[in-house]
Structure formats: structure tokens, C-alpha cells
């Protein structure tokens, strides 16, 4: 009896072991702990189709609908010039990668998370989608913070000794130089600039093939962006908000 009550109490010092090392196994490679939660719903703008030609085959571009955007800023709170570079950065992102799903609304809750929405500090965001407001993060220094030293001798956030995360949806300049699209036609990736920075969001968080329909493909996506539970759970919370909000 007492040999059997000894192997009882060893399996379940196993199972907690395993249990413990399954858990940081997972840490340690980069998946959030809370996968298991359903990811939000990937809402999708109202579209209108554009054409600058003639030829119907040609030159054919897609734009949020304006009605469709006045509506869903008055519902959500959003500013309409930052939700329609969020819409048009998840259409975008979508046409690029079909298999990704990515709505609006998960973008958006990274914005309202990072900046709100370009608004931090007081700024805003100007007709062509330029922050007003220095959106620079603090000192990646170590203090707090993961430690990653200077990579843009200061170009990007002013700092030549450590890096900082930059822009409306907060790029640490190492980042964007792979990252960083040009969202607006203009020549050049700017992470200052919200049509800039959201379709670089989106782009990025389609990466690696992840359909973020799925709840674990949602999950991972957002945790890549930042490594953290908490930050997971609370771009979860604002994105199922936002969807539920802006239902025409």
C-alpha cells in the first residue's frame, strides 16, 4: 500500500514537471500562453471600386467607402483618417496575402493600443495621414524594457544610443527597415505616417503564412508584434469591441 502511494505521489510530481516544462517550452518559442481564447471577428470595409482609365481592366483601384466610413468612425470612436488607412491597409494586406483574413478591426485595436490612434501626447493626424505629434516610445534601454541598441544612428527616433519604437502604430526603427511600406503612393515608407505605418502593420502581421481567422494564427500574429499576454488580451478585447460596433 505504501509502494503504491508512493508511485501515486510520483506521477503527479511528473505531471506537474511535464506540465511546467510544456509551458515554458512554449514561451520560449514565441506562442502566447492564452491561444486557446477565440480570436476576434475580422470585419471588412465597405469597398468602392475606382477606375482611372476607360478600360475596364485597367487601372482599377478599391477604396473605402465614404458612407461606410463616416458611420463606422461615429460608432467606434475612431478618427475617420486613421480608420480608413486602417480599412484600406487591411484590404490591401488581404489582396496580398489571401489566406491571411486580416479585418480592419484588428489593425485598428493595434493602433488605438499603440497610439491611440495617432492622438498620443496630444497630436493627431493631418489630412495626408502625417502625425502632427512627435510619437516616439521610450528608451529601449533595458530599464523596463528589452534591451536593443541603437540601429538608425538616431534618423528615426532621435536617439543615437539605444532604439525606440516610432509612429502611429510604433515600429522600432529596426523593424521597419525590413517592415516599412509605402502605403500611400508616395515614393517612401515613413513610419510617421498612418497609410505608411497601418499597411506595414497589417503586411506584417500576415507574415509567415498565418490565417488570422484562426484563433491560434490570430494569437501568434499580435504576439509577434509585441511579446506580451497582457498586450495579446487587451488588442483582443478592443478588435471583438470595434466589430461589434461597426455592424453596417
Known amino acids: 500500500m505504501l509502494r503504491l502511494k508512493r508511485m501515486a505521489v510520483l506521477c503527479v510530481v511528473l505531471v506537474c514537471v511535464i506540465t511546467g516544462f510544456l509551458f515554458w517550452a512554449l514561451r520560449m518559442g514565441g506562442q502566447p500562453a492564452a491561444v486557446t481564447l477565440p480570436a476576434p471577428p475580422q470585419s471588412a470595409a465597405r469597398l468602392e471600386v475606382l477606375s482611372t482609365s476607360s478600360t475596364p481592366a485597367l487601372k482599377v483601384t478599391r477604396v473605402v467607402d465614404g458612407q461606410w466610413l463616416a ?70 534601454d533595458g ?42 503612393g508616395d515614393g ?21 503564412g498565418r490565417d488570422l481567422v484562426t484563433d491560434r494564427g490570430w494569437a501568434d500574429a499580435v504576439y509577434a508584434y509585441n511579446q506580451s499576454d497582457a498586450y495579446v488580451n487587451q488588442v483582443r478585447e478592443t478588435a471583438t469591441a470595434y466589430a461589434a460596433q461597426a455592424v453596417g
Not at 188 to 208: E, K
Open 71 to 140: 458611420g463606422a468612425a461615429a460608432e467606434t470612436g475612431i478618427p475617420a483618417r486613421a480608420l480608413q488607412a486602417y480599412a484600406t491597409a487591411a484590404a490591401a494586406a488581404s489582396s496580398t496575402n489571401p489566406g491571411c483574413g486580416i479585418g480592419w478591426n484588428t489593425v485598428a485595436a493595434i493602433g488605438f493600443v499603440e497610439s491611440a490612434h495617432g492622438t498620443y501626447g496630444g497630436g493627431s493626424l493631418s489630412a495626408a495621414g502625417q502625425a502632427t505629434g512627435p510619437i516616439v516610445g521610450p528608451s529601449l
Open 188 to 208: 517612401n515608407a515613413d513610419p510617421f505616417n498612418i497609410d505608411d505605418a497601418a499597411v506595414s502593420a497589417a503586411t506584417y502581421l500576415c507574415g509567415g
Open 143 to 184: 530599464d523596463g524594457f528589452a534591451a536593443i541598441a541603437d540601429t538608425d544612428a538616431g534618423v528615426l527616433d532621435g536617439d543615437p544610443r539605444w532604439d525606440r519604437a516610432v509612429g502611429p502604430m510604433q515600429f522600432i526603427p529596426s523593424t521597419w527597415q525590413f517592415a516599412g511600406r509605402d502605403g500611400n
